[in-house]
């Protein structure tokens, strides 16, 4: 992708897992690993450039010290369902983080983003919010969550989205109308389906995280 908003990885261990998650027939227990998996790496690597303070006056076992702390207050905002399963992997690196759940929908006939639910505090309460998507397929539900945070008070330079996949007409889409929003994907296919799906892909994957695939 063109934009130096968006970060696509060509990390190994990222592109392997993605493989599997790939498969068709691979059971919900290990989509779910997989997700986490590659949610930990994505938001390791979505962190590697935040400000840092340092903290005076520590003792180690053998000497005093100053550490480092990230002078942050972080926010994690999955956008239900699919964004569940991002959530553990991202509290695992953030554990004190606020999480914002913001409920989203496509409706299946317009493709269009419906909004059901937003846990937003009245005053912000993030310095910086991961916004939690794992799917960017016509960008429509990303851009809706980005409007939701952005009305809520936080600029587009404070959200950086985490996704384990997109397609390249998605991922371009939100990047136009967010050009400020930084983007940390595993990978980008080029092909968007008549129903709104990424070609390849993996499916829904709300769907196939809670095993509610018809």
Do not use: C, N
């Not at 937003?120 to 939690?132: G, M, R, Y």
């Not at 371009?172 to 050009?179: D, W």
């Amino acid at each position: 992708m063109s934009s130096a908003k968006i970060q696509t990885s060509s990390h190994p261990l990222i592109l392997s897992k993605l493989t599997q998650l790939r498969l068709h027939d691979l059971p919900a227990k290990d989509f779910r690993e997989g997700i986490r998996a590659i949610g930990s790496m994505l938001v390791y690597e979505a962190s590697r450039g935040l400000p840092t303070a340092d903290v005076p006056g520590l003792q180690s076992p053998i000497a005093p010290f100053t550490g480092t702390t990230i002078p942050l207050r972080i926010g994690l905002s999955p956008i239900l369902r699919a964004g569940i399963g991002l959530t553990d992997a991202a509290l695992e690196m953030f554990p004190d983080a606020t999480v914002l759940h913001l409920g989203l929908f496509r409706d299946k006939m317009t493709l269009q983003a419906i909004e059901y639910y937003s846990k937003l505090p009245s005053q912000v309460t993030a310095d910086l919010v991961f916004l939690l998507d794992p799917l960017i397929a016509t960008g429509g539900t990303a851009i809706a969550a980005l409007h939701m945070l952005t009305e809520w008070g936080l600029s587009p330079s404070q959200i950086k989205i985490i996704s384990v996949l997109g397609s390249k007409q998605g991922v371009e889409h939100v990047s136009a109308e967010f050009p400020d929003v930084e983007i940390f994907i595993g990978a980008v296919d080029d092909q968007l389906t008549e129903k709104g799906y990424i070609s390849p892909g993996l499916g829904d994957a709300g769907d196939r995280l809670f095993s509610t695939i018809h």
